[in-house]
C-alpha cells in the first residue's frame, strides 16, 4: 500500500547495523524494471543494481547529499533512495522532492516508526510538510533465529508467563537456544527482521499537523491496528522461531 503510492516518502528507521539499507535494496529491486528511473545518493553505494544510477557521496568535490540531491532532481527521476537524512538540509531537500511528485525512500536513525515523526520535526522539518508528504514508516530490529537442528522446547515458567502476559491455563512452548555442529555450538542460525509498520493515513496527518503529543499517536495507530515490535517479537517467540533471551536482548517486553 505504501510503496504504490504515486508520490511522498517512505523512511525505514532503526540503530545501526539493523538492516535498513537491505530492506530499502530489496524494495528497489521489486520496483526496478526498465519502465521505472530510478537514482540513488548513498554513503557509500553498498549494494549495485542494474539498470539503476547510483551515486556515492564525495566530500572531496562538495557532492553531499544537499548538493547531490539537486543534481538528480534536475533529472526526473520516478523514485530516489537517500542513504540517510542526517540534517536539516537533506530533510528538507528530501521531502521538497517529494512535493514535487517524486517517491523518495530514506532511512533514519529512531527508537521506533512513531519516534520519527518527533525527529524530523527536531531536524526542522515543518509538521505540515511531513503530515501532507510521509506515507509510512517502517521500524525494524533484527534477531537471531533458532537452529532448527537443536533448538530445545520447554514449557514457560510462571514468571516468564507474567512476561508474556499468558494465563496458567494456556498450553504453550517456548524454545531455548542449545548449540549443534551445524549452528557452530552457537545455537542460533541465520537472522529475521521484526518490523513495525505505520502508515500515515487521513486522521494521522491531522494529528501530525497539530503537533499532537507522541503517546496519543501512538494510541490512535494501536487502536487501528498498528502492531509494535514488542507484539512482533512475541508472535515469533510463540512460533518457535526465536528465544525469549534473544527477545530480551534485541528488543525487551514491554
Known sequence: ???????GIILITGPTGSGKTTSLYSLLQYLNTEQVSIMTL????????????QTAINEAVKLDF?????????????IILL????????AEMAFWASMTG?????TLHTNSAISAIPRLLDLGVVADVIAENMVGVVY?????????????AYSPNDEERKLLKLSKTQDITLYSA???EQCFQY??????????????????????????????????????????????AKRRLLAGITSLDEIWRVVGID
Open 83 to 90: 542513504g540517510e537524512i542526517r540534517d536539516k538540509a537533506t
Open 102 to 106: 517524486h517517491k523518495v525512500y530514506s
Open 1 to 7: 500500500r505504501m510503496v504504490f503510492n504515486p508520490q
Open 178 to 180: 542449545v548449540g549443534c
Open 140 to 152: 525494524q530490529r533484527l534477531v537471531r533465529k533458532l537452529c532448527p537442528n537443536c533448538k530445545q
Open 42 to 53: 548513498e554513503d557509500p553505494v553498498e549494494y549495485i543494481l542494474g539498470i539503476v544510477r
Open 66 to 78: 544537499e548538493n547531490g540531491l539537486r543534481s538528480i532532481l534536475r533529472q526526473d527521476p520516478d
Open 187 to 232: 545455537g542460533y542460525k541465520g537472522r529475521i527482521a521484526l518490523m513495525e509498520f505505520l502508515y500515515i493515513d487521513n486522521q494521522l496527518q491531522k494529528m501530525i499537523a497539530n503537533k499532537a503529543a507522541t503517546y496519543k499517536i501512538k494510541q490512535y495507530a494501536q487502536d487501528n491496528g498498528f502492531i509494535t515490535l514488542a507484539q512482533e
